[in-house]
């Protein structure tokens, strides 16, 4: 079955500590990309990625950071967690970055105390 | 970046009735896309629309490409309870090449009273 798989589905974390949010896509994607959503700002993007070794800034990308080594994943990091990062993220995938043919994962709900 | 305007932020109907949401843009895309968020997953694609005037029809629901290409809008009609959901507007521009740049709206809320 063609499906993006994130972990986890919920996560609990203090200030400071560096977390890894992982996503995994087993449909031969090239471009992968990470959302955020906020209630009354819908959904943000954080960072994308073209293909392996290929990431570019979305439009809320600080305190993030994302790798592309393989394909089929492409993880979020926030090495130092704050409050304000408190949020639902979304990892997506798309064949050529095309939006009709955008997969999204099933979300973590992201807690930072 | 770009700016895309969703509307209304919430609805809340009675079941069986029409509904209609929109969304505008400052500036002109390639493609529309309407996706409807169920609760607790993720967005999913109901329509896509690729040509300025372009109607497309998937079961209850209705979307067009505004003429001007900066706006759009989504009917449903006849709503049922499943209909309840975020619903959300998305504009992509082809920027050169292989870069589809991918604007959403704020979303929509719609509940529905059985």
């Known amino acids: 079955e063609a499906q993006v798989t994130q972990n986890p589905r919920y996560l609990i974390t203090v200030t400071g500590k560096k977390l890894t949010v992982t996503c995994s896509q087993n449909m031969n994607h090239e471009y992968m990309s990470w959302y955020r959503q906020d209630p009354g700002l819908g959904l943000r993007q954080i960072y994308y990625?073209?293909?392996?070794?290929?990431?570019d800034k979305g439009d809320v990308p600080e305190g993030y950071k994302v790798s592309r080594k393989e394909k089929r994943n492409f993880p979020l990091i926030l090495e130092s967690p704050s409050p304000n990062q408190t949020s639902l993220y979304f990892c997506?995938?798309?064949?050529?970055?095309?939006?009709?043919?955008?997969?999204f994962g099933s979300g973590t709900q992201l807690s930072v105390l | 970046g770009q700016q895309l305007n969703q509307s209304p932020q919430s609805m809340f109907i009675q079941e069986g009735e029409d509904v209609s949401m929109n969304c505008t843009s400052s500036?002109?895309?390639?493609?529309w896309l309407w996706y409807k968020q169920d609760p607790g997953e993720g967005p999913v694609l109901l329509i896509a629309?690729?040509?300025?005037?372009e109607l497309t029809s998937n079961g209850r629901l209705t979307a067009q490409f505004g003429i001007t290409r900066k706006d759009s809008f989504l009917n449903i009609s006849a709503s049922i309870p499943s209909d309840v959901g975020i619903y959300f507007c998305a504009g992509q521009l082809n920027s050169g090449g292989s870069n589809y740049k991918l604007t959403f709206g704020k979303g929509t809320l719609l509940t529905v009273n059985p």
């Open positions: 997506a995938s798309s064949l050529m970055g095309l939006g009709e043919k955008l997969f």
């Open positions: 629309l690729y040509k300025a005037g």
């Open positions: 500036s002109i895309f390639n493609t």
């Open positions: 990625s073209m293909n392996v070794e290929a990431t």
